[in-house]
């Protein structure tokens, strides 16, 4: 089984997750593209060798999925980039076999046993699993769950793709209209609650309708932050935002706010994309701030 990036409890939730693809390297230049090689540099003491390589060129991303249990319920946020789906050889992303549902089976979560699968947004690395191809069909991978989408996310999806259907690959017919097709699809407002437990908080930026998902335990508080953080140097650089964020300026507008939001609380970060340890707190350092893995 692939090393868990993080396994910890937010009061009486247990965290886990369960990881895709665990250190893969993108070119700073071209996932930061405001990233400078100096200011890369000078974070080379923490960087290396587990959140960028040894040259100091590519950050290191992971793709993994939370999965929270509560004495209630199981959830699952993000659903990483699943098997077997056709991508058009976009690279990474293309045709994938990996372990991640014995890996999810082998933390002891069977996928009838999930209540509730959660996405950020609805790019293909935060939904793939929401469906697996059984006997040549696409099939939600989760039978008794609810799949809770922010309907603002859904609707600019659908605006894309009238414009241009071929632009996401693929990704709402194999993964999101099985869902909608099951009946098994909730369209909720952007500050929908789960269960007392989960809230959502429009995130707009990366995607118009990204949100970020509160969990709030009785005895402590994480925020699931999705792609509004993707590498830990965005916490001392929030100005930076990702080449993949659709509207980089608001982007990098809510990640300054979500980092003097949560700097020096009591809040834990499950980013989407922090290679292991993953979790951690942001603190002010100087007259920036840095991100404190929480191992
Ligand atoms: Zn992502």
Redesign the pocket.
């Known amino acids: 089984m692939a090393e868990s990036p993080c396994s910890l409890n937010v009061g009486s939730v247990r965290v886990d997750a369960v990881v895709e693809l665990a250190t893969v390297p993108l070119p700073f230049a071209h996932f930061l593209p405001d990233a400078t090689a100096e200011a890369i540099a000078a974070e080379a003491e923490w960087l290396k060798p587990r959140f960028a390589d040894a040259a100091l060129t590519h950050g290191l991303l992971s793709?993994h999925t939370y999965v929270l249990r509560s004495e209630t319920c199981t959830i699952l946020v993000?659903t990483c980039i699943g098997n077997h789906k056709d991508r058009g050889g976009h690279a990474g992303f293309h045709r994938l076999t990996t372990d991640w549902l014995r890996n999810l089976h082998q933390l002891g979560v069977a996928p009838e046993s999930v209540d509730y699968v959660m996405c950020t947004?609805m790019?293909g690395?935060?939904v793939g699993w929401n469906t697996r191809l059984m006997n040549g069909r696409w099939v939600p991978t989760f039978p008794n769950a609810r799949y809770v989408f922010a309907r603002q996310e859904f609707e600019h999806r659908a605006q894309l793709r009238a414009l241009n259907p071929g632009a996401d690959y693929g990704v709402y017919a194999d993964s999101v209209l099985p869902v909608i097709e099951s009946g098994q699809a909730d369209l909720v407002e952007s500050d929908h609650e789960v269960e007392g437990l989960l809230r959502l908080e429009a995130a707009p930026g990366?995607t118009p309708g990204n949100v970020v998902i509160h969990l709030q335990a009785d005895r402590g508080h994480a925020v699931l932050s999705?792609?509004v953080i993707?590498h830990p140097l965005q916490v001392k650089y929030p100005e930076w935002s990702a080449a993949?964020c659709e509207d980089r300026a608001a982007s990098a507008a809510c990640r300054r706010r979500f980092v003097e939001t949560h700097a020096d609380t009591d809040t834990l970060i499950l980013p989407?994309?922090f290679p292991a340890p993953t979790a951690g707190f942001i603190r002010s350092h100087g007259n920036r701030w840095r991100y404190s893995f929480a191992d």
């Open positions: 793709f993000d947004h790019h690395d935060h990366h999705g792609d993707h993949f989407a994309h």
